[in-house]
């Protein structure tokens, strides 16, 4: 089974002791009495268990204080579990805390060396990929420099690229690729997507909800160091956030909501089958069939957030002469459209769409109103009709729509209600299509003959 097996955790926890005062610690040790006389305990983790195979890309993510980078930590090494076990089968490389591992007095060159020892290459090893770790961090003359006078984004470059160069089976990140510029960001995860088609592990910390989706193939959700949900990344990234905006005074039953589902959910085994594997992509026959509406073609993976003042009902797309559709021709426009209910008075407001993939990658969306502004007033008891026009102007395939409500209190902008996956649809397919990729962008070629030099 190990063979099978990257990451094993069994029943893990972690307890950190809190001291009230600084002088505490010191009469811990030389009074004599009960070892909690002094402290109080924190369980940053509490009784996780779970296993990554072998070549899987798994993603990690909760709020701040979930117990993520202590979780990262125990399958490292740089700390050990106070109850139950972590087993690591190969050689692990991980970017953690932002220049862990490095000596700051040391020169770039020296780090590398250092870091590659410290990860079981010889010296000749690491002679051997040296070059190619300078080129892929990209530093310049600096990578003869101490690293302590580096700034964040060159810190990272040369934590990556040792990280990514020195062959590891498992490969662990946390947060770090959000220091680098966008051209180096694109460049490290083109990197990672070249290792996990080798068949490395992945270990993906991030609150960026889209390279979750995209990069893996199952995420796992930690909350107050428990593991609530694991299985397809589009539905942990769905109950994650459901659980990032949920009410402070209705945080603890959504909490226990997410969990009774995940236990009787249909689609959470750990071999880590996609909720995409739920919706069947039929073909429509024909270059020329009208937009159409398909009963059959609901999403089954609705998440509605809770309400706070105000309700979104009968989401669903419409031709611009308002025929209800779910079948779309590629191309044409059409209106989004859903009932917004006030139960009561909302300042601020701003109306909300966004069309995703298959995976849950978003495509685009819009507002009613910019980011930031005040948006419009609306009064208790009273309904609207909100409408998006858009153009369908996508590849064949099936896609996925969110609806939103928003509104400006003192602490900020909140949901009112917010339905995820509330509408999905199909693009029919078109022969003559000459686009490549996703989104349509209307581009146009030419060929144009030219003198040859022969």
Request: charged share 25%; glycine share 8%.
């Amino acid at each position: 089974m190990s063979s099978e097996i990257s990451i094993r955790a069994d029943t893990l926890s972690k307890l950190f002791p809190v001291y009230e005062k600084p002088h505490h610690r010191l009469m811990q040790m030389i009074v004599p009495g009960p070892a909690d006389r002094w402290h109080r305990t924190f369980r940053a983790l509490n009784n996780v268990s779970f296993e990554v195979r072998r070549g899987e890309t798994v993603g990690i993510v909760g709020r701040n204080g979930s117990g993520k980078s202590t979780l990262l930590q125990l399958i490292c090494g740089t700390l050990t579990p106070t109850e139950g076990s972590v087993q690591v089968y190969g050689r692990i490389a991980a970017l953690l805390e932002l220049g862990a591992g490095f000596n700051p007095e040391f020169t770039g060159r020296e780090n590398v060396y250092l870091n590659g020892s410290l990860l079981g290459l010889s010296r000749q090893e690491i002679d051997a990929c040296f070059n190619e770790i300078a080129a892929f961090a990209d530093i310049g003359e600096f990578i003869e420099q101490p690293v302590k006078s580096y700034s964040s984004g060159m810190y990272i470059r040369l934590a990556f690229a040792v990280a990514i160069n020195v062959m590891p089976d498992i490969l662990v990140i946390d947060e770090a690729l959000s220091v680098g510029d966008e051209a180096f960001q694109r460049k490290c995860f083109a990197r990672i997507d070249a290792m996990r088609k080798a068949g490395v592990t992945v270990l993906f910390v991030s609150h960026a909800a889209g390279a979750v989706i995209e990069l893996c193939d199952r995420a796992i959700l930690l909350d107050r160091g428990e593991l609530l949900v694991q299985g397809a990344p589009k539905f942990v990234i769905s109950r994650y956030h459901k659980l990032v905006y949920a009410p402070t005074e209705l945080y603890d039953s959504i909490r226990e909501e997410i969990r009774r589902e995940t236990d009787s959910a249909d689609f959470m085994s750990v071999s880590g089958p996609t909720v995409s594997h739920r919706y069947e992509v039929k073909e429509v026959a024909g270059e020329h069939e009208e937009a159409c509406y398909e009963e059959g073609l609901q999403p089954q993976s609705t998440v509605r957030y809770t309400n706070r003042g105000a309700q979104i009902d009968d989401p669903h797309i419409e031709t611009l002469q308002g025929r209800r559709v779910n079948v779309l021709q590629r191309g044409h426009e059409y209106i989004y459209t859903y009932q917004a209910r006030f139960e009561s008075a909302a300042a601020g407001v701003r109306f909300g769409m966004m069309i995703k993939t298959l995976t849950g990658f978003e495509l685009g969306g819009a507002t009613t109103a910019p980011r930031g502004t005040d948006g419009d007033s609306f009064e208790s008891r009273k309904s609207y009709s909100i409408k998006f026009r858009f153009r369908a102007s996508l590849a064949p395939g099936t896609y996925f729509m969110n609806a939103g409500i928003t509104a400006l209190e003192a602490d900020g902008e909140i949901f009112l209600d917010r339905l995820v996956d509330a509408v999905m649809f199909r693009v029919m397919p078109d022969a003559r299509r000459l686009e490549t990729g996703v989104v349509d962008f209307l581009v146009s070629s030419c060929i144009e003959a030219g003198e040859a030099n022969i």
